[in-house]
């Protein structure tokens, strides 16, 4: 014969255990993802991706056109803020002045 004896496990619970239970079963589960990570899948990651590239990187949304300057060739024109983000901006010299500078004027000799 099995000999049973009465537990709280037995009981049925109350409507205020029962939710109060759920919910630090919830946290647990929270935590363990935050523990963990969250394992990103495609439709997760485009879910992520597209905000992130309009809002973060500036670039264009999906099925917007962007203007496109050309030159008198025909060939596609970069803005400057275009060359500068590709880095193909030109370098700048800075010009010299006329007559060059007198460096003795710096000696502490």
Do not use: C, H, M
Request: proline fraction near 6%; glycine fraction near 6%.
């Amino acid at each position: 014969k099995a000999v049973v004896y009465e537990t709280d496990s037995n009981r049925p619970e109350s409507d205020e255990a029962r939710k109060q239970r759920l919910e630090e079963e919830a946290e647990a589960r929270r935590l363990e993802r935050l523990r963990l990570g969250t394992a990103v899948t495609p439709e997760s990651f485009a879910a992520w991706w597209e905000p992130f590239r309009v809002e973060v990187l500036k670039e264009p949304k999906e099925g917007v056109v962007e203007t496109v300057y050309l030159d008198v060739k025909g060939q596609v024109k970069l803005t400057g803020k275009q060359q500068f983000l590709k880095g193909k901006a030109p370098a700048i010299e800075e010009p010299e002045e006329e007559g060059g500078v007198d460096e003795e004027l710096f000696d502490d000799d």
